[in-house]
């Protein structure tokens, strides 16, 4: 590790229980207003040997699910950036890419994105036919 990246380590140190206070805060919310939705599993501790931080929400959709407005999941391109390794951006030509997931998960991330929460196919586990998803909630 180099000398700045510990410097923000440990400045990072002096608020991380306040980040890990957060994190579970959302991480409930998520939990409670989601809990009672057929098809949607929010992914929490395993048991109570765990305690996550929780840094990463997130939750299955089934396949069978069908969100409002799934016929239109792929007709709309993102405008920003596309991320990628290292850093390396480019901008979107096409709403389609080699690996999405099914309409349901990208119109949960069109009506996500339009209520300014931050929400992103995860991966698709090899032996699933679930898109797991990543939800992010600013305040």
């Known amino acids: 590790m180099s000398n700045i ?6 400045g990072q140190m002096t608020i991380v229980n306040d980040h890990i206070a957060h994190h579970k805060h959302v991480q409930a919310l998520y939990e409670e207003l989601l809990k009672d939705v057929p098809g949607i ?27 409002k407005g799934q016929e239109n999941a792929y007709k709309t391109i ?15 030509e096409s709403a389609h890419t080699d690996c999405e997931p099914n309409a349901n998960v990208e119109a949960l991330r069109v009506i996500m994105d339009q209520a ?19 939800l992010k909630m600013e305040n």
Not at 5 to 10: F, L, S
Not at 122 to 133: A, G, I, Q
């Open 116 to 134: 300014q929460i931050e929400a992103r196919p995860l991966w698709k586990p090899m032996h699933s036919r679930c898109t797991v998803v990543q």
């Open 41 to 67: 599993k929010v992914h929490g501790n395993p048991d109570s040997r765990y305690d996550s931080n929780f840094w990463l929400c997130t939750m299955t959709i089934d396949p069978e699910v069908r969100i």
């Open 5 to 10: 990246c510990a410097g923000i380590g440990r």
């Open 78 to 92: 993102v405008t920003g950036a596309v991320g990628g390794a290292a850093g390396v951006i480019h901008a979107a």
